[in-house]
């Protein structure tokens, strides 16, 4: 039971180019989520899916793209890298209420981005 | 909206010392509280939680208690070792899961 990976662990981008942050867990969670962490700022929300084929917003949505084809994946994509995107992303994931971690969020080890 | 409220730090201690982090909330209807902890090139993990009024979270040495007429959940241990030097978050979540909401983090260092 690997919990929640992500991949790469690091990444160098110039502004403009894009990119797919992987995330996969196997826990058979419904519940994923991508959060950015930035100094002074804890963790921000910035998409969510609570199953397979559903997405949607959370906080800082803007200049980043997801789906969720299966439950285990939820890639997270940057359409053109700005370096306001330079940051420290964690994908987490959450069983549903048939489960016994319904309360707890599994976070993924982080990638860190930098856009130059 | 809901917002979570704790100091960035450092807060920096000796070992054997009592810690404090303070956390206050402002949440609509009743939300689940938490401690989550992050160590070094580490994501984060739940380190304790209280779900109602009054309740106690506990976990390696840590306890909070979940305070509504204060809005607060601090966190505490009785004695710190170096292995807590660490990154703690304070966060709520209020109806569904998408509610969760993160103050900023505040760094613990403990010295020998």
């Known amino acids: 039971n690997a919990g929640v990976t992500q991949t790469p662990k690091f990444q160098v981008l110039k502004t403009g180019q894009s990119m797919t942050l992987q995330c996969a867990q196997d826990m058979n969670h419904e519940y994923m989520s991508w959060y950015r962490q930035d100094p002074g700022m804890g963790l921000r929300l910035i998409h969510y899916?609570?199953?397979?084929?559903?997405?949607d917003q959370g906080e800082v949505p803007n200049g980043y793209n997801v789906s969720r084809s299966t439950t285990e994946d939820f890639p997270l994509r940057l359409l053109s890298a700005a370096p306001s995107q330079t940051s420290v992303y964690f994908c987490?994931?959450?069983?549903?209420?048939?489960?016994?971690?319904?309360?707890?969020?599994?976070f993924g080890p982080g990638t860190r981005l930098t856009v130059l | 909206g809901n917002s979570v409220t704790q100091m960035e730090g450092p807060v920096t201690l000796s070992e054997e010392a009592f810690l404090t982090i303070n956390c206050t909330y402002t949440a609509t209807g009743y939300p689940s509280l938490f401690w989550y902890v992050q160590y070094p090139g580490e994501g984060l993990q739940l380190l304790l939680k209280a779900t109602k009024a009054d309740d106690k979270g506990s976990n390696k040495g840590f306890e909070a208690t979940y305070r509504k007429e204060t809005t607060s959940f601090h966190l505490e241990k009785g004695s710190v070792q170096v292995s807590d030097s660490a990154v703690y978050f304070c966060a709520l979540r209020t109806g569904g899961y998408q509610k969760v909401t993160f103050g900023i983090g505040t760094k613990l260092q403990v010295i020998p």
């Open positions: 987490a994931s959450r069983g549903t209420s048939g489960s016994t971690s319904t309360d707890t969020q599994y």
């Open positions: 899916s609570v199953g397979a084929g559903i997405t």
